[in-house]
C-alpha cells in the first residue's frame, strides 16, 4: 500500500527527464575531459600512468544515468511496519506528520509481557539482525541471536527496528512527507538520539510492551540504549552498551564530518535532492572508505593484508594497487547505491550531538515542548525546524550542546552524572582497546558517571580485541559471552 | 630564466579557453542545480536545511574559472634553485631528462665541510624550514632552528630542500617535461623515498658536501633520513627520526588511500591534466580534511574545541557547525590551492610504498640499473616507467613490495633488519604515544631492527604529548631537547 502511494506521488518523467539532462551536461563536461588526456605528450619522458578506478566511476555514472531510478526497498524485505499516524515534534523543532516504523521479531513476547529486548543498530543498519522466514538472508548480528545464542530466542522476544532518519523502512529524508506526497530529501527534519528511542517506544506501546526486560546496542545503538536507560527509566529493564560513549567527542565528530563533506560536495548531490537524478554515488563512496578506515584496526590489517599487492607483477599504480586498497574500494563500491546519502547525513548529525548530559536534556525538551505548543496553534506545519533561530529558554542554562557555561572537566562530568541519575538499571558496558572511534576512554566514561550516579550494579569489560570499533559484529566469542553473562545473571 | 621558460611552454590561451568552456558546462549543471532545490515544497512539513558550505564551493569554482591559471611559485619564495641537467632514472624506471632541486640553507659551511644536518620534510612541506633574509616568512620549523636552539646554527650548517615530486621548486608533476616543454602531469614517473633521497645527494654533491653531520626527519622526513642513512652509510653521521617507520603499514596506507580517491574522484581531477583548467580544488579540500583528522589527536581536541559549537544560538547544521568543523573547514579551505594535488599523488604514494627492507631495496636498484641499460640504448626515452611491465629480476627475492614469499613476522623482520644493516651511526627515535598514523609500535620497530642488525647507538624515547602525529611540529620543549641532546652529545 506504501508502495503505491509513492508510485502514486513520483509521475515525476518529466522532471526526472529534466535531471538527467543536467547530469548529461555533467557528464558530458566529465566525459570530454579524457580527450585532453588522451592527447598526451606521446614523445614525452614517461608514458602516461592509467586510472581504471576513474573509468569505473565514469562508467557507473554512465549506467546510473540510463537506469531506473534509486530504490532501496529491495536492499531489505521482510520486515514488519508500524505506521503512528500522529504528529512526532522532534527535539530541535522539527514535525513529522507521521510515522513509518519497520521492525523485526524473534522468539516468543511471554504471557507477562516481560520477556522483551530492544536491539538498537549502528548508523546505516537495517531492522534485519537475524534471518528469519520473511527474509533468509543472515542479519547483521546473525551469530549473536538465537535458540541458545548470546540473546536466547528461547528465552527472550527480541525487537529491531530500523530508526527513523533510516531508508530501509522507516520514515527518513527518501519517505514522502504527507504535506506534499514528495520525498523529504532535505526538508527532512533534524533528529537526535532521543527521537529515535521515543520513535522505538511508540512501536513497543503499540506491541503493548510497556518494560523491556534489556536495551542492547552497540555504536550507535549504544548510544540509543543509554539513552532508553536514562531518558525512559521505567521502560528499561537492564543496559549494555558496547563500544558507544555518554557524548561524542571531537575526534569523531571530525571523522563524521569529512564523510558528510566528501557527500556534500559531490555535484550529484544537489543539496539532498537528487531522487529524481543521479545519486551521489561518487561522495557515498569516498564516504564509506574514510567510514571503514575509522571501523576497523591496524592490528587485523597488519595481519590480513600487510603489504601485499593486488598484482605484484606490475608496477606500482595510483588507482588500488596494495590489497588493503582494494578491499576499502570493493566495500565501499557495495555500499554507495545500498545507503541513502540523506540517511548517512541525518543519522551521524545525530550521533555527532548526543550528549546524555542533563542540561541538554533538558534544553531539547524545552525546544520540543515549545515546538509543540507552536504546532497547536498552527497545527498546518512547523517552523521551529532546520533553520529558524532556536527560541530563547530563559529558565534553561545553556547546554553542553551549545557554547557552555559549563566549561571545566568537573562542571562536565557533574552535567553528565546528574543525566544519567535515573538510569539505576544493571548495566553492561564494554570497551575495545583497538577502537579509535569510540577509545575505552569513553567507555569508562560511562561506566564512571553510572557509577558516581549511584547505580552499584555497573560491570565494566574491556577487550583487547583486533578488530577495532567492528569487534561488536565479529567477535562472538568475547562479545557474545558478556552480553549473555549479563542478561542472564540473575541479580 | 626557468619561468621564462615556462612562459614560453604555456602560451595556452587556445587550450585553457576550452578547458574553461568545459568548467563552464560543468558549472552550469551545478549552479543550474539550485533550481531545483530553491523550489522546496514551501507547504511541506518543513523548510529545506541550508548548505552554507556547497555555496562557498560552488563560488569558489566560479572564482577559479575566471580567476588566472595555477601557480605555486608564489606560495614558496626566496629558495636557491640546483640544476643537475643529466637524466634521473627513478627506482621503478621512470626517467627525468633533467631535475631542479629548490633548497634552503641556514648557518655557516666549515671550513672541513664536516658541520652539515640535511632536514627532511614531510610530505607537502617546502625548504622553508625557517625564515631568513630573502624570505622572513617563519618557516614549518621555525623555532627548532637558530642561534642555540634544537638545531644551532652558530654550530650547524643546515640545508633543507622541497622534495622531488613537490611543488615548491624541485622538479614536480606541475614542472615542464624538457622533452615536450608540457608540464609532465601524470606522466610524471612513480617516486620512492630513495630516488627523494639520491636527489638530495646530487645536491650535496653540488655544495661539496661527502659526507652529513646528521640526517634528521619527522613523518615522511624521517622515512627519508632512516633511507639516508641505511643505504648511504658512508655519508650519514648520526640519523633522527621522528614519528616515522620502517615500512608504511596498511591503515596508513588506507587513510593516504582515502585521501587520493578524494582528489581523484573531483571531475576537475581529469586525470591530472588540469592545469589548464580549474583545479581539483574540492578533491583537495576533502583530502586534507582526512589528512588533518589523522595528523592530530583527541585528547588536544577534547581540551581545545571539545563540543562548543560556532554559533550556538542557531540550530544545528549539516554544514560546518561543531568548531572542530569550522577549523577542518578552515585548515582545508587554505591549503586546498596551496599545494598541487597531483604532488600529493605521487608524494604519498611513495610514503606507501616505502619499506628499508633487504629484498625491496635489492628490487629497486636491480629495476633502476635495468631502465639505465634500456636508456643508454635508448637514449631519448625510458618506457620501463609508469604502466609497463616491471621485468623479471630473477635473481632478486619477490619482494615485500610484491607478493612476497616472505610471509611470517620473523621472516618480515630478519629483511628488515637486514636492510639497515649499514645504518650503525649514532641513531635517535622519537615516537609519540598520540600518534594513530605512525604508531608507537612502529617507532619500537625501527630501534629494534637498528639493534638488532648491530647498532649499540640507538637512543629511543617515546613522547606523552597529545598532539598526535603533528607533536614535532609543536613540541618544541620535549622534541626540540631530544634533538639537541642528540645533535650535541659527544660520543
Not at 588522451?38 to 586510472?51: D, K, Q, V, Y
Not at 530529501?185 to 511508540?202: C, E, H, K, M
Not at 527509566?233 to 549494555?240: A, E, F, K, N, T
Not at 542554562?397 to 557552555?404: I, M, R
Request: proline share 6%; with cysteine; aromatic share 8%.
Amino acid at each position: 500500500m506504501l508502495r503505491t502511494a509513492y508510485s502514486r506521488a513520483f509521475p515525476h518523467a518529466t522532471l526526472r527527464r529534466a535531471a538527467i539532462a543536467l547530469a548529461g551536461a555533467r557528464l558530458l563536461s566529465t566525459s570530454a575531459s579524457p580527450k585532453l588526456h588522451r592527447s598526451p605528450p606521446l614523445s614525452g619522458a614517461n608514458p602516461p600512468m592509467e586510472f581504471p578506478c576513474i573509468d569505473r566511476i565514469e562508467s557507473r555514472q554512465r549506467d546510473l544515468m540510463a537506469g531506473p531510478e534509486p530504490t532501496y526497498e529491495k536492499v531489505v524485505t521482510g520486515y514488519e511496519l508500524f505506521t503512528h499516524d500522529k504528529a512526532f515534534v522532534c527535539d530541535h523543532g522539527g514535525l513529522l506528520p507521521s510515522l513509518d516504523i519497520a521492525y523485526e521479531t524473534w522468539g516468543e513476547l511471554n504471557a507477562d509481557r516481560s520477556n522483551a529486548i530492544l536491539i538498537h543498530t549502528g548508523l546505516s543498519a537495517s531492522s534485519h539482525a537475524h534471518s528469519h522466514a520473511k527474509n533468509t538472508n543472515p542479519g547483521w548480528w546473525e551469530k549473536f541471536i538465537g535458540p541458545g545464542k548470546a540473546i536466547d530466542t528461547d528465552r527472550f522476544f527480541v525487537v529491531c527496528t530500523n530508526v527513523i532518519g533510516g531508508c530501509y523502512g522507516s520514515t527518513g529524508p527518501w519517505s514522502a512527507d504527507p504535506a506534499t506526497g514528495k520525498r523529504y530529501a532535505t526538508t527532512f527534519p533534524l533528529l537526535t538520539i532521543n527521537d529515535i528511542v521515543r520513535a522505538q517506544f511508540l512501536l513497543l506501546d503499540h506491541l503493548r510492551i510497556d518494560r523491556l526486560y534489556a536495551s542492547v546496542g552497540a555504536s550507535m545503538g549504544g548510544m540509543q540504549s543509554l539513552c532508553a536507560a536514562a531518558l525512559h527509566p521505567s521502560r528499561v529493564g537492564r543496559l549494555i552498551s558496547i563500544s558507544a560513549c555518554a557524548r561524542s567527542h571531537p575526534y569523531s565528530i571530525a571523522l563524521r564530518f569529512a564523510q558528510r563533506q566528501a557527500l556534500m560536495a559531490d555535484p550529484n548531490f544537489n543539496r539532498g535532492f537528487y531522487y529524481d537524478g543521479v545519486l551521489p554515488h561518487i561522495g557515498m563512496k569516498l564516504a564509506r572508505q574514510v567510514a571503514t578506515v575509522t571501523y576497523r584496526s591496524g592490528p587485523e590489517w597488519e595481519l590480513r593484508f600487510g603489504r601485499r599487492r593486488r598484482a605484484p607483477d606490475q608496477p606500482p599504480a595510483l588507482c588500488p594497487d596494495f590489497l588493503i586498497e582494494t578491499y576499502l574500494d570493493h566495500q565501499s563500491e557495495r555500499f554507495c547505491l545500498q545507503y541513502d546519502a540523506n540517511s548517512l547525513l541525518y543519522v551521524s548529525k545525530a550521533m555527532d550531538m548526543f550528549d546524555i548530559s542533563k542540561s541538554v536534556t533538558q534544553r531539547l525538551h524545552a525546544q520540543r515542548e515549545h515546538a509543540r505548543a507552536e504546532l497547536k496553534q498552527n497545527p498546518r506545519s512547523s517552523n521551529s525546524g532546520n533553520h529558524t533561530v532556536c527560541m530563547n529558554v530563559d529558565d534553561q542554562p545553556q547546554s553542553a550542546a551549545g557554547n557552555s557555561a559549563i566549561e571545566t572537566s568537573d562542571e562536565i562530568t557533574d552535567d553528565l552524572v546528574a543525566g544519567v541519575k535515573d538510569a539505576m538499571q544493571p548495566a553492561l558496558i564494554l570497551g575495545v582497546q583497538s577502537d579509535i572511534l569510540f577509545p575505552v576512554k569513553q567507555q569508562k566514561e560511562i561506566a564512571d558517571i553510572l557509577r558516581r550516579a549511584g547505580n552499584s550494579r555497573v560491570t565494566y569489560y574491556e577487550l583487547d580485541a583486533m578488530y577495532g570499533h567492528d569487534t561488536f559484529l565479529i567477535d562472538v566469542v568475547n562479545v557474545g559471552a558478556a552480553i549473555k553473562g549479563h542478561l542472564e545473571n540473575d541479580i
